[in-house]
């Protein structure tokens, strides 16, 4: 049975900066793609960011692009969003996700429980 436990959601001022974690089981993590959603209040869960298998390659959201950086350590099954200069409309509940695939264009299955980001001033 896949288990991804997110961590490292809290309260942030506008500017400052969050790193989120999500510890992968049940599978062999380094095999699959990995991914970051998230979902505002009255909206639709959307793909932040998405990182293929080995870390081949990355794709971002249009509005996140150079503020956020995805990482997977594949030795601590571990996937990483590294969060900067963070704005009000970040605001959302962030998901990891677990891919059927090597690539995340093939999509996602698996999924945590979420981790509140919160940014305010």
């Known amino acids: 049975q896949v288990e991804l436990v997110e961590s490292g959601g809290g309260v942030v001022q506008p500017g400052g900066s969050l790193n989120l974690s999500c510890v992968s089981s049940?599978?062999?993590?380094?095999?699959?793609?990995m991914g970051w959603f998230r979902q505002a209040l009255g909206t639709e869960r959307e793909l932040v960011a998405a990182i293929n298998w080995r870390g081949a390659s990355t794709h971002y959201a249009d509005s996140v692009k150079g503020r956020f950086t995805i990482a997977r350590d594949d030795d601590r099954a571990t996937l990483y969003l590294q969060m900067n200069a963070l704005k009000p409309e970040d605001t959302a509940v962030y998901y990891c996700a677990g891919g059927v695939a090597r690539t995340y264009e093939v999509g996602f299955h698996w999924w945590g429980q979420g981790t509140q980001v919160t940014v305010s001033s």
């Open positions: 049940g599978r062999d993590f380094s095999r699959y793609s």
